[in-house]
Structures are given as structure tokens and as C-alpha cells.
């Protein structure tokens, strides 16, 4: 099969990043890639690609051992300016469609619209699916922390340089500058450290300032400043003496693994990726009116999302986010 090559050159934006992700996609692996549009989309129930075993039928005495079979179609309406989205043109889209009912079929209208572009309502067919910028950027974002994603090196590439292709184009709106994590203990750590421990080699944008916490269907209020981000930590007396001879950011880690290993918060030896964060009295952590709640069934994010710190200002509910 013929690849559409990486990060084409058109004369028109649109053009050109409908292409750069068309080259992406059909380089992911299809499962991951189900999962990513999945995500992107919000809905959790797409299948584009079957994989059954002892097919059974009652109307046939054969049972063939499996079959892999697909029955969708994607089409995708690509705007790289806010307001852009036109009645007619959606409706000229619909009509290339089949409306065959055992055909998955979607148009995704992909934009950087803070709001849903009204003319979908208008068009009022639940084939349409409005997709932000921000919302794919998302998907992406939770499948490279996603631990049980066995993504490909290359695969990281690729994708990390779509989102730096958006971010670049200026498709995301305002830059993200604070990362939520799922936070089932994490919250109560950073309590007591002001510090936030996780796997090492674990995924993160460039550019954060804040980081936050959720759990228990909330936002803690609490939104502290980032200080430094240090990868492969050993949590080793031996690794604290070393951290101890370099400047203040190193002998606060130093202190920090000690802390640590002492009170059996983790096990000597760990590797670990840790941020230093702002305590919870210091100037430079963000105190919310109130915890921002979520409504919704699933969990907000089982592994961090992104937004920025003006938002979660303002926010009452995950939704303002």
C-alpha cells in the first residue's frame, strides 16, 4: 500500500494537516488507532475492525474457525480557522454517505472552535461527530501515559510531532500550561512532600507551569506551582549523596529520596520521575474557590489531561474545561 508521505506540503492549511494526519494514522497500529478515535470522538463503542472466532449461524450446519471483517467509513471535514464551518458544505458531505445502517459511518468535522460551530445543529444529522483540535491532542496525550499501551517508538515520534504540528499552526487555542493527574494517592503525597512521584520515561508535554489532582469525582482546589522535573531518580542513599554536591534543586531531591525511603513511602532502589511542586501555603500554588466536580459515569482522566490554569480559575464543573 501506497503511504501518503510525512507532513505533505499543500499551498492551503487544511490541506496540509488533513494530510500530515492521514500519514500518521495509517502508520498506528488499527487497534490504537480504534482507541485514538475512540477517545478524540467520545464514544467509548466504535469497532472499526472485527475479530471474531467460530462463527455460528443458524441458517448454515458450517462453522468457519474466525473472520476479520470492517464495515465503516469516516469522512473527515478539516478547518484550521475558528467559524469556518459551512451549512452546505456539511450537507454536500452527507450525501456521499451511504446511510447504510450496517455501515458505521461519521463525519468528523475537525476544528479549533472553542464551542461546537452552530451550523451542525443546523444540519441536525447524529452522523456528524465535532471534534476540537484540542480534544484529538488530548487522545493522543492519554494513550502515549497510557502504561498498558505498548506504543512503538516510532509510533511516539509520530504522534508527538502531529501535536507540535498543531501547536505550531496555533490549533490549540491558549497553550496548556497545567497537567491533571489521576490522583487516587497522589494528592495526600504531595501534601506531605510537595512532590509528585510517578514511573519514569513517563510522557509529558513540554511547557507545564501547575499541576493538579483528581480523585473522587473532583479537582482538588489545590494547584501547585511546578519547581523542577527530574527523570530516573534512584531512590538510593548512594543517589541522594550524589544529588547532595550539585545546586539547590538537586539537594532538595536528595532530601527528598531520604524522606521518602524513610518512611516507607516507596522502596529503596525505585526508579521514579519526580516533580518538585510549590507547597500548599506557597505563593505560587494556585488555591481554587472549590474542588471542581465531574458529573459523568467514567472517570475525568485514569491517566492526566491538559488545560490551562485560567480555566480551572473560573471552572465549577469539568465541563468549563
Not at 452527507?94 to 452552530?118: G, Q, S
Not at 508527538?160 to 490522583?183: N, S
Amino acid at each position: 500500500m501506497a503511504h501518503n508521505s510525512l507532513f505533505a506540503t499543500y499551498r492551503q492549511g487544511e490541506n496540509r494537516v488533513t494530510a500530515s494526519m492521514l500519514a500518521v494514522f495509517e502508520r498506528l497500529d488499527v487497534s490504537r488507532l480504534e482507541r485514538l478515535l475512540a477517545a478524540a470522538m467520545g464514544d467509548a463503542s466504535i469497532q472499526l475492525v472485527s475479530f471474531q472466532n467460530q462463527i455460528a449461524d443458524r441458517t448454515s450446519q458450517t462453522v468457519p474457525d474466525a473472520r476479520i471483517s470492517a464495515q465503516f467509513s469516516l469522512w473527515i471535514e478539516t478547518k484550521t480557522s475558528t467559524g469556518a464551518v459551512r451549512t452546505k458544505q456539511l450537507r454536500g458531505h452527507l450525501e456521499h454517505m451511504r446511510a447504510d445502517r450496517n455501515v458505521f459511518e461519521r463525519l468528523i468535522v475537525l476544528t479549533p472552535d472553542a464551542e461546537e460551530p452552530p451550523q451542525i445543529a443546523e444540519v441536525g444529522d447524529d452522523r456528524i461527530v465535532w471534534v476540537r483540535f484540542a480534544d484529538l491532542t488530548q487522545a493522543i496525550d492519554e494513550l502515549l501515559s497510557n502504561p498498558a499501551e505498548v506504543v512503538s517508538e516510532r509510533e511516539q515520534v509520530l504522534l508527538r510531532e502531529l501535536v507540535q504540528m498543531f501547536e505550531e499552526d496555533g490549533l490549540l487555542a491558549l497553550p496548556d500550561d497545567t497537567v491533571i493527574v489521576a490522583a487516587r494517592q497522589a494528592y495526600d503525597e504531595y501534601l506531605r512532600y510537595s512532590a509528585y512521584i510517578c514511573q519514569p520515561d513517563r510522557s509529558f508535554r513540554p511547557g507545564l507551569t501547575h499541576m493538579g489532582f483528581y480523585r473522587h469525582k473532583q479537582i482538588e482546589p489545590l494547584i501547585p506551582a511546578i519547581i523542577a522535573r527530574r527523570d530516573d531518580i534512584t531512590l538510593s542513599e548512594e543517589h541522594a549523596n550524589e544529588l547532595d554536591t550539585g545546586d539547590q534543586i538537586d539537594r532538595s531531591l536528595a532530601g527528598l529520596i531520604r524522606t521518602l525511603t524513610s518512611a516507607g513511602a516507596r522502596p529503596v532502589g525505585n526508579l521514579n520521575q519526580i516533580f518538585l511542586l510549590s507547597p500548599p501555603d506557597d505563593e505560587h500554588t494556585i488555591r481554587l474557590a472549590q474542588p471542581i466536580s465531574h458529573a459523568g459515569r467514567a472517570a475525568w482522566t485514569q491517566n492526566q489531561r491538559y488545560t490551562t490554569s485560567e480555566k480551572l480559575k473560573t471552572a465549577t464543573s469539568t465541563e468549563d474545561i
